[in-house]
């Protein structure tokens, strides 16, 4: 792979999260250790109810290896991982890829070379789904983008037939051509992750962003080992929402393994970051309305997760956030993802677009043409939000690997100035408290308008220093490229040519 160019995270973590210090119980939860919550309780709790924190196994139908074009194993990839917080290795050989050719013609999504699949964790039980969609420009030339939809839990099909996707669902699940998909000119990956999200299955799920971050890195290693023509191209990862969490972990590991591990004497190099850039902003608008209830909370939950006796009570600590924090928040009946309007769809987070790519993709014509293995697809799995929010991922300081991700890459931030639950306000100033080299300057800088290279409209403000830009993009929400695709497309592929880079 030529670079590891972008981190594309449309909504950051938030700044005020507090610094999680896990002990006994958690701290095995937290690192991703299979037994966990689940089995501690149950022995502790016997009859205990966990349905809302924890996955059961989804309905699935393995299908038989000769269904697929192919597959792939860890165990023919020579590549090492170095666990988070410890001195061992390991290898991905418990891992393989399976995967198939998309007939264009066979549901109309695009008329470029598709691949769909799963990675397979054979040790664990767990099953990622994949989906990807060449350049309909230069695929030889042009950079390859992963897509990573947030929540946690959300897949991100939504994301495919809704904003930067090649097509978009109508009411009467019919398909429209996108002319501003951002495969106009890169090839894209849309991942179902972490296990149990979308058409992504498993016997037990990643318990965090920690414990999911070996997965993404197993899966781009196997996908660009069995197709190598699009390992030579430059790579970014892009995401919106709660990825803004994932991705500075999973792009540290990443570049981790690049740097630090070495086989024979020689770097191994997966991908070489000779340039990059990251677009980062889940950061939570309302973070003044948050934190009494959070920190009063934050203490409860950290005495009571001390052990399985108390686990239950610290279980029941997240939810008493929500419900403090939710009765502070304006109630008008507007969206709080565009307060432009009211929520249309309150079931399927005020889109209803959601509802209907849930209905597309649930026709077993679309399935069977992808080679999804679960029968019901859901756009958002609520109980993978709740497990995380349990064991404390979201207040985890993941902002904190941003200043070492920027000694390798280039970072863009970027949020709709009518996001109210990622407010663009919050997302510029989490940029500018970062603390890295470049913050005396780049917190000082003025945003300067950005206009549209087409038709010269104003399209958002902008201000970047030394590898950190912050996009602030007018009359858009929270799903910037559904609310305004074109400027989105055209910010993107600016950003891909190097604008607003050093």
């Given at each position: 792979?030529?670079?590891?160019?972008?981190?594309?995270?449309?909504e950051?973590?938030?700044?005020?999260?507090?610094?999680?210090e896990?002990?006994?119980?958690?701290?095995?939860?937290?690192?991703?250790?299979?037994?966990?919550?689940?089995?501690?309780?149950?022995?502790?709790?016997?009859?205990?109810?966990?349905?809302?924190?924890?996955?059961?196994?989804?309905?699935?139908?393995?299908k038989?290896?000769?269904?697929w074009?192919?597959?792939?194993?860890g165990?023919?990839?020579?590549?090492?991982?170095?666990?988070?917080?410890?001195?061992?290795?390991?290898?991905i050989?418990?891992?393989?890829?399976?995967?198939?050719?998309?007939?264009?013609?066979?549901?109309?999504?695009?008329?470029?070379t598709?691949?769909?699949?799963?990675?397979?964790?054979?040790?664990?039980?767990?099953?990622?789904?994949?989906?990807?969609?060449?350049?309909?420009?230069d695929?030889?030339?042009?950079?390859?983008?992963l897509?990573?939809?947030?929540?946690?839990?959300c897949s991100?099909?939504t994301s495919l037939?809704m904003e930067?996707?090649?097509?978009?669902?109508?009411?009467?699940?019919?398909?429209?051509r996108?002319?501003?998909s951002?495969?106009?000119?890169?090839?894209?990956?849309?991942?179902?992750?972490?296990?149990?999200?979308?058409?992504?299955?498993?016997?037990?799920?990643?318990?965090?962003?920690?414990?999911?971050?070996?997965d993404?890195?197993?899966?781009?290693?196997?996908?660009?080992?069995?197709?190598?023509?699009?390992?030579?191209?430059?790579?970014?990862?892009?995401?919106?929402s709660?990825?803004?969490?994932?991705?500075?972990?999973?792009?540290?590991?990443?570049?981790?393994q690049?740097?630090?591990?070495k086989?024979?004497?020689?770097?191994?190099?997966?991908?070489?970051?000779e340039?990059a850039?990251?677009?980062?902003?889940?950061?939570?608008?309302p973070?003044?309305?948050w934190?009494?209830p959070?920190?009063?909370?934050?203490?409860?939950?950290?005495?009571?997760?001390?052990?399985p006796?108390?686990?239950?009570?610290?279980l029941?600590?997240?939810?008493?956030?929500r419900?403090?924090?939710?009765?502070?928040m304006?109630?008008?009946?507007?969206?709080?993802?565009?307060?432009?309007?009211?929520?249309?769809?309150?079931?399927?987070?005020?889109?209803?677009?959601?509802?209907?790519?849930?209905?597309?993709?649930?026709?077993?014509h679309?399935?069977?043409?992808?080679?999804?293995?679960?029968?019901?697809?859901?756009?958002c799995?609520?109980q993978?939000?709740?497990?995380?929010?349990?064991?404390?991922?979201?207040?985890?300081?993941?902002h904190?690997?941003?200043?070492?991700?920027?000694?390798?890459?280039?970072?863009l931030?970027?949020?709709?100035?009518?996001?109210?639950?990622?407010?663009?306000?919050?997302?510029?100033a989490?940029?500018?408290?970062?603390?890295?080299?470049?913050?005396?300057?780049?917190?000082?800088?003025?945003?300067?308008?950005?206009?549209?290279?087409?038709?010269k409209?104003?399209?958002?403000?902008?201000?970047?220093?030394?590898?950190?830009?912050?996009?602030?993009?007018?009359?858009?929400?929270?799903?910037?490229?559904?609310?305004?695709?074109?400027?989105?497309l055209?910010?993107?592929?600016?950003w891909?040519?190097?604008?607003?880079?050093?």
């Amino acid at each position: 792979m030529k670079g590891l160019l972008s981190l594309l995270l449309v909504e950051a973590a938030t700044v005020w999260a507090a610094s999680y210090e896990p002990r006994s119980l958690t701290e095995d939860m937290l690192q991703g250790k299979e037994k966990g919550p689940r089995e501690a309780v149950k022995g502790e709790a016997p009859g205990a109810s966990l349905d809302d924190h924890f996955n059961p196994p989804r309905a699935h139908q393995r299908k038989s290896d000769d269904k697929w074009d192919g597959k792939i194993s860890g165990k023919s990839v020579n590549v090492l991982w170095v666990e988070e917080g410890q001195d061992r290795l390991s290898g991905i050989g418990e891992y393989e890829m399976r995967f198939k050719t998309v007939e264009p013609s066979s549901l109309g999504v695009d008329n470029v070379t598709q691949y769909s699949g799963y990675l397979d964790n054979n040790l664990s039980g767990q099953h990622l789904f994949f989906w990807f969609f060449e350049s309909r420009s230069d695929p030889d030339y042009d950079p390859v983008i992963l897509w990573l939809n947030g929540g946690p839990g959300c897949s991100s099909m939504t994301s495919l037939f809704m904003e930067m996707g090649p097509a978009r669902v109508a009411k009467d699940l019919t398909l429209t051509r996108n002319p501003h998909s951002w495969n106009s000119k890169a090839s894209i990956i849309f991942l179902d992750q972490p296990v149990n999200v979308g058409f992504s299955y498993g016997e037990s799920g990643a318990f965090n962003t920690q414990s999911a971050s070996k997965d993404v890195f197993a899966f781009l290693t196997l996908f660009f080992k069995q197709f190598p023509q699009y390992a030579i191209q430059d790579f970014h990862i892009a995401g919106e929402s709660y990825a803004g969490h994932y991705i500075p972990v999973y792009a540290s590991d990443i570049l981790k393994q690049k740097s630090d591990i070495k086989l024979n004497s020689h770097p191994i190099r997966p991908w070489p970051a000779e340039m990059a850039g990251t677009v980062l902003s889940w950061i939570s608008l309302p973070a003044n309305l948050w934190r009494p209830p959070f920190h009063n909370a934050r203490k409860k939950s950290s005495a009571a997760m001390t052990s399985p006796q108390t686990l239950l009570l610290a279980l029941r600590v997240p939810a008493s956030v929500r419900t403090l924090s939710s009765a502070r928040m304006p109630r008008p009946g507007r969206s709080i993802y565009d307060i432009r309007g009211r929520c249309e769809d309150p079931e399927n987070l005020c889109y209803p677009i959601l509802g209907w790519i849930a209905k597309y993709l649930n026709q077993r014509h679309v399935q069977e043409a992808i080679g999804a293995e679960v029968s019901h697809f859901e756009g958002c799995n609520k109980q993978i939000s709740s497990q995380f929010f349990s064991q404390g991922d979201y207040n985890q300081p993941f902002h904190r690997k941003i200043p070492g991700i920027l000694k390798h890459i280039n970072v863009l931030v970027y949020a709709g100035d009518a996001d109210y639950i990622c407010n663009w306000l919050g997302v510029k100033a989490w940029t500018e408290a970062l603390w890295w080299l470049g913050r005396p300057i780049f917190r000082h800088k003025r945003l300067s308008v950005v206009y549209n290279s087409v038709n010269k409209w104003p399209l958002g403000r902008v201000k970047y220093y030394k590898g950190l830009a912050f996009l602030q993009v007018f009359k858009a929400g929270h799903r910037v490229p559904y609310d305004q695709p074109e400027n989105a497309l055209d910010f993107f592929n600016r950003w891909l040519a190097g604008e607003w880079t050093p």
